[in-house]
């Protein structure tokens, strides 16, 4: 039974072989890389040359190089123009279980075919370079015993071509193998991060409305409407930046303003902010919506449990090759166990992106300050914004 494996490297096959196309037209992209292969093969032809020649000087020492060329560089040129056909029939008999007696009795008939014009040049060329021991042979004479004094370097040549064709077929295979099991976690590990991403919406928009509600309740106009104005602002930059896991981090300040105009609508004169942003960070990449969940921890854990007022600290820093990113607060720090009683879903969205986009590239952690507070820290390698990643 014939096997016809689709190969993924050009020296081996072409979609016209692995269909079944008439054999020229399957050879004919190997026969383009003919000069190649005689450049190939000049090689050891030289090597035997020079190996002839050093030999024959022992006995004649008028025997030039020239002739000893003569004698072995067609030979070894023959076998660039058989390459093709022995990669095109090792391609399409293959020495597989269950197939390997025909492929192999087709392999030996054709080392047989091949061999008879290979000794025949070499009988040619043998005579017309002086060799005494062919001038008054004819070649039917000699054809059976040169059939059998190449016999072996024209088995270990053609089995050498078919060892290489499998192996460089089965590394194309396991490339190509590799390829798509990239592309695979690739897109699992995009689909998994719009899914984190797209959490963050509906998490942020509840909370907001709830904002609102208790401001409506208080029969607070102005600041209704000053929170539903800044949540359709929000709105609007969310939807301009979906489907871009990546953006500057001064476009994600800008959206974190947004959200703390809210805020300091919502706590009024008892929600604080101080900023710490050395310019350079900001045309570094950061994921998107990164700083909001850590700003709105800050905030329910640092302010919304305690009736005064409240400070959070926005930092950002180059050290290095690495970006730093820090929200403070002066809260009274987390209880043991805030993360399981709470929830936490923006905090545990953030790590699950950062492990998705960075793998172990990155560095987060959230602690109590000594000095009272929480500080949640982010350290990110550091990579400008390119017009092609804002354009995504």
């Given at each position: 039974?014939?096997?016809?494996?689709?190969?993924?490297s050009p020296l081996?096959?072409?979609?016209?072989?692995?269909?079944?196309?008439?054999?020229?037209?399957?050879?004919?992209?190997?026969?383009?890389?003919?000069?190649?292969?005689?450049?190939?093969?000049?090689?050891?032809?030289?090597?035997?040359?020079?190996?002839?020649?050093?030999?024959?000087?022992?006995?004649?020492?008028?025997?030039?190089?020239?002739?000893?060329?003569?004698?072995?560089?067609?030979?070894?040129?023959?076998?660039?123009?058989?390459?093709?056909?022995?990669?095109?029939?090792?391609?399409?008999?293959?020495?597989?279980?269950?197939?390997?007696?025909?492929?192999?009795?087709?392999?030996?008939?054709?080392?047989?075919?091949?061999?008879?014009?290979?000794?025949?040049?070499?009988?040619?060329?043998?005579?017309?370079?002086?060799?005494?021991?062919?001038?008054?042979?004819?070649?039917?004479?000699?054809?059976?015993?040169?059939?059998?004094?190449?016999?072996?370097?024209?088995?270990?040549?053609?089995?050498?071509?078919?060892?290489?064709?499998?192996?460089?077929?089965?590394?194309?295979?396991?490339?190509?193998?590799?390829?798509?099991?990239?592309?695979?976690?690739?897109?699992?590990?995009?689909?998994?991060?719009?899914?984190?991403?797209?959490?963050?919406?509906?998490?942020?928009?509840?909370?907001?409305?709830?904002?609102?509600?208790?401001?409506?309740?208080?029969?607070?106009?102005?600041?209704?409407?000053?929170?539903?104005?800044?949540?359709?602002?929000?709105?609007?930059?969310?939807?301009?930046?979906?489907?871009?896991?990546?953006?500057?981090?001064?476009?994600?300040?800008?959206?974190?303003?947004?959200?703390?105009?809210?805020?300091?609508?919502?706590?009024?004169?008892?929600?604080?902010?101080?900023?710490?942003?050395?310019?350079?960070?900001?045309?570094?990449?950061?994921?998107?919506?990164?700083?909001?969940?850590?700003?709105?921890?800050?905030?329910k854990h640092g302010?919304?449990?305690?009736?005064g007022s409240g400070?959070?600290?926005?930092?950002?820093?180059?050290?290095?090759?690495?970006?730093?990113?820090?929200?403070?607060?002066?809260?009274?720090?987390?209880?043991?166990?805030?993360?399981?009683?709470?929830?936490?879903?923006?905090?545990?969205?953030?790590?699950?992106?950062?492990?998705?986009?960075?793998?172990?590239?990155?560095?987060?952690?959230?602690?109590?300050?000594?000095?009272?507070?929480?500080?949640?820290?982010?350290?990110?390698?550091?990579?400008?914004?390119?017009?092609?990643?804002?354009?995504?």
């Amino acid at each position: 039974m014939e096997s016809t494996s689709r190969v993924a490297s050009p020296l081996l096959s072409s979609p016209a072989a692995t269909l079944g196309v008439s054999a020229p037209a399957a050879l004919l992209p190997l026969a383009h890389r003919l000069p190649m292969l005689m450049l190939v093969y000049a090689v050891p032809g030289v090597i035997a040359a020079l190996h002839t020649w050093v030999y024959a000087q022992a006995k004649d020492p008028t025997y030039s190089f020239t002739r000893a060329l003569l004698v072995q560089l067609p030979p070894w040129q023959y076998w660039a123009f058989a390459t093709p056909v022995v990669l095109g029939l090792g391609r399409r008999f293959r020495l597989e279980r269950g197939v390997w007696p025909r492929a192999l009795a087709v392999h030996v008939a054709a080392l047989a075919v091949l061999m008879v014009p290979y000794v025949t040049l070499i009988y040619f060329v043998s005579r017309t370079a002086g060799e005494k021991w062919l001038a008054e042979t004819s070649l039917g004479q000699m054809l059976p015993l040169m059939m059998a004094k190449h016999v072996i370097t024209s088995l270990l040549i053609y089995g050498t071509l078919v060892a290489i064709g499998y192996a460089v077929e089965y590394h194309g295979r396991y490339r190509e193998g590799a390829l798509a099991q990239s592309q695979l976690e690739t897109r699992l590990a995009h689909a998994q991060l719009d899914v984190l991403r797209a959490q963050l919406h509906p998490h942020f928009l509840f909370n907001t409305l709830n904002a609102i509600s208790v401001l409506v309740r208080k029969q607070d106009t102005a600041g209704s409407i000053r929170m539903l104005t800044g949540v359709s602002e929000l709105l609007r930059m969310t939807l301009n930046s979906t489907g871009r896991q990546w953006v500057p981090l001064q476009e994600d300040l800008d959206f974190l303003e947004r959200y703390l105009d809210i805020e300091q609508t919502r706590f009024q004169d008892r929600l604080q902010v101080v900023r710490a942003i050395d310019p350079v960070t900001l045309g570094a990449l950061v994921p998107s919506l990164i700083l909001q969940p850590l700003v709105e921890n800050a905030i329910k854990h640092g302010l919304a449990v305690r009736s005064g007022s409240g400070c959070v600290e926005l930092r950002a820093s180059r050290e290095g090759t690495r970006l730093v990113l820090e929200v403070l607060d002066d809260g009274p720090g987390l209880a043991p166990g805030w993360e399981r009683q709470d929830g936490g879903i923006g905090v545990a969205n953030v790590r699950a992106r950062l492990h998705q986009l960075y793998g172990d590239r990155h560095v987060f952690s959230l602690e109590n300050r000594p000095e009272g507070g929480v500080r949640a820290r982010l350290e990110l390698p550091f990579q400008a914004a390119s017009s092609e990643v804002l354009g995504a």
